[in-house]
């Protein structure tokens, strides 16, 4: 079951709660840093060259230092070769700190094929572009049944590319949340509100000028950024793309 969001709808910042129910399933290896399970939603893809999947997937221990959504039940540490467990996600609250798509789908051996992956953090953890490994990463349509909800998008009222004038006249192109452009060429500062929409894919509707126009009529980025920050206990990143 999914929400009412589909995958190319998502974008960085985009603060999520996941849930996926626990479902039987079978252990078929153990090691001090992992657990391998029979992966009870995909099927193997017949038609993926030179990569064979075995039907498994690996979940990290304590040990690994790794963060995995998926979890199992009993606890990781607590199984063995042969047991019987549950795999699923608890309810979860993550933030997007990047999506990547792919046209065609990308072959991985398993299907569905992905179209799209999110780059998630867990809540607490703020992005550090000097680590290689970080999060993990969800295919929001994929074979699992994983229920998004969308609880909170900064800047909700636009979208990538968007083109702004502030309050106090500078102008501006919005690329995420916290990723703006001012076109002064003065790298400093945030956009003061309320904010006026300049440019959409061309220019913008009345419509669309006046929902941005009523949407930053009270408030300020300081707000958006203290409610995003409440939700993710994180600091955001200006590489959020």
Same mark, same amino acid.
């Given at each position: 079951?999914?929400?009412?969001?589909?995958?190319?709808?998502?974008?960085?910042?985009?603060?999520?709660?996941?849930?996926?129910?626990?479902?039987?399933?079978?252990?078929?290896?153990?090691?001090?840093?992992?657990?391998?399970?029979?992966?009870?939603?995909?099927?193997?893809?017949?038609?993926?060259?030179?990569?064979?999947?075995?039907?498994? *997937? +690996?979940?990290?221990?304590? @040990? =690994?230092?790794? &963060?995995?959504? $998926?979890?199992? #039940?009993?606890?990781? /540490?607590?199984?063995?070769?042969?047991?019987?467990?549950?795999?699923?996600?608890?309810?979860?609250?993550?933030?997007?700190?990047?999506?990547?798509?792919?046209?065609?789908?990308?072959?991985?051996?398993?299907?569905?094929?992905?179209?799209?992956?999110?780059?998630?953090?867990?809540?607490?953890?703020?992005?550090?572009?000097?680590?290689?490994?970080?999060?993990?990463?969800?295919?929001?349509?994929?074979?699992?049944?994983?229920?998004?909800?969308?609880?909170?998008?900064?800047?909700?009222?636009?979208?990538?590319?968007?083109?702004?004038?502030?309050?106090?006249? *500078? +102008?501006?192109?919005?690329? @995420? =949340?916290?990723? &703006?452009?001012? $076109?002064?060429? #003065?790298?400093?500062? /945030?956009?003061?509100?309320?904010?006026?929409?300049?440019?959409?894919?061309?220019?913008?509707?009345?419509?669309?000028?006046?929902?941005?126009?009523?949407?930053?009529?009270?408030?300020?980025?300081?707000?958006?950024?203290?409610?995003?920050?409440?939700?993710?206990?994180?600091?955001?990143?200006?590489?959020?793309?």
């Amino acid at each position: 079951m999914h929400n009412a969001l589909v995958s190319h709808d998502y974008r960085s910042g985009d603060v999520l709660s996941l849930e996926c129910p626990f479902t039987e399933t079978a252990v078929t290896g153990v090691t001090r840093y992992y657990v391998s399970v029979r992966w009870p939603w995909w099927e193997v893809d017949p038609q993926a060259e030179n990569i064979r999947w075995n039907g498994e *997937r +690996a979940l990290p221990t304590p @040990a =690994a230092h790794e &963060w995995e959504v $998926f979890r199992t #039940e009993p606890a990781e /540490t607590a199984l063995k070769p042969g047991d019987t467990c549950l795999v699923g996600i608890p309810a979860t609250v993550v933030h997007v700190q990047a999506v990547h798509r792919f046209d065609p789908p990308l072959v991985t051996g398993m299907l569905p094929r992905p179209a799209s992956y999110l780059e998630v953090l867990r809540r607490g953890e703020t992005h550090d572009p000097c680590l290689e490994d970080q999060g993990c990463t969800i295919d929001p349509v994929g074979g699992e049944p994983l229920r998004i909800e969308l609880v909170f998008r900064p800047y909700a009222f636009l979208e990538p590319g968007d083109e702004v004038a502030d309050r106090d006249g *500078r +102008a501006w192109r919005f690329d @995420a =949340a916290w990723n &703006w452009c001012p $076109f002064d060429g #003065e790298q400093s500062g /945030t956009p003061a509100w309320p904010l006026t929409l300049l440019f959409r894919r061309g220019e913008p509707t009345p419509k669309e000028t006046e929902e941005v126009t009523r949407a930053t009529s009270a408030g300020s980025h300081a707000d958006e950024l203290e409610r995003w920050s409440e939700l993710t206990r994180a600091r955001p990143t200006t590489q959020q793309q």
